[in-house]
């Protein structure tokens, strides 16, 4: 193995033992039909977490754990209906600004500003290859290179553990996502419900259908769509969740992320950490009237990119 491919691995915080060691290849214990998922955490809660996340084209294994919430990421609910939230992201304020390692909450004062911790060794069990990771330096991320493709099969339990740190050692388990496909593939968004389509899982069923929606990247106040819905093979996102959501306005460029996942949690003293296992779709969306632009060659003659907004007016 060359010395540079080495100083990658050590670089990287990540490292795959030989097939040959014993508990690189031992399987986690239970039974993926029933294993316990608690699902996922909440906004207020959420210190962090990681995810198993295959799509087309690759795989990634990764996450980080702070020791505090992050108050601009949790949002406001505004509206629900069925399984779908509108969020609204709040943009705290404080005058005199934040020093430098602190935020700003949504009372105006200053509080320390959350840091990922390290939480010493991390396991993924159960993938096409196991992967170990350290916590890399700066910022005590985790993250797997060199990942086979795809990093899981379906319906394969997955066991996440880490071996201590700055908290106690955690366990939490998902099972591998069938392959996603979206019917439309091409969204175009309008006044009026969207309806999909895709191929019900045919095996355990322990998935559901995550689906997130933005489509003002550059609002004051800007709205997200979130859906958690069961895992039946369609689905319409009803008009009274499409409608405020264009309403509140439309900049840059709008994106979708669908995922069949699951999703496991569990509770510290300090908040809560939470893992996902998906097959992820990211679907191409154009809003009805909306052209986004980053420069005057995007726009139809006669209009002008807005640069501070992406939109050509």
């Known amino acids: 193995m060359s010395s540079f491919f080495l100083l990658f691995l050590s670089c990287s915080g990540a490292y795959k033992e030989s097939k040959d060691s014993g508990e690189a ?82 009372d105006g004062s200053c509080i320390p500003y959350p840091e990922n911790q390290d939480l010493g060794r991390v396991r993924v069990a159960g993938l096409n290859e196991a992967v170990f990771m350290e916590a890399v330096q700066p910022g005590n991320s985790y993250y797997a290179p060199e990942l086979p493709q795809p990093v899981v099969d379906p319906d394969r339990l997955v066991e996440l553990t880490t071996e201590g740190g700055a908290f106690s050692a955690l366990t939490l388990h998902g099972v591998g996502a069938e392959p996603l496909v979206l019917e439309p593939a091409e969204w175009v968004i309008g006044a009026g419900a969207l309806g999909l389509n895709w191929g019900a899982p045919s095996g355990l069923g322990r998935s559901e259908i995550f689906l997130r929606l933005t489509v003002d990247q550059h609002g004051l106040t800007p709205l997200s769509l979130e859906c958690v819905l069961p895992d039946s093979g369609s689905t319409e996102i009803p008009a009274s969740m499409i409608d405020p959501l264009l309403q509140a306005g439309v900049s840059g460029y709008p994106n979708a992320l669908v995922s069949r996942r699951t999703m496991d949690r569990v509770a510290l003293e300090e908040g809560c950490v939470d893992f996902s296992v998906s097959f992820d779709v990211a679907p191409d969306v154009t809003v009805e009237g909306h052209v986004p632009c980053d420069s005057h060659d995007d726009c139809p003659f006669g209009t002008r990119c807005n640069f501070a907004l992406e939109t050509c007016e």
């Open 25 to 106: 290849n031992k399987p986690p214990e239970g039974d993926p039909a029933t294993v316990e998922l608690a699902g996922s955490c909440s906004l207020d809660q959420r210190l962090g977490g990681f995810s198993v996340a295959v799509n087309q084209l690759y795989s990634a294994v990764g996450g980080a754990v702070a020791n505090g919430v992050l108050p601009a990421a949790v949002l406001t609910e505004v509206q629900r209906e069925g399984g779908c939230v509108l969020w609204r992201r709040e943009n705290p304020f404080c005058d005199p600004a934040c020093d430098a390692g602190e935020a700003c909450d949504v």
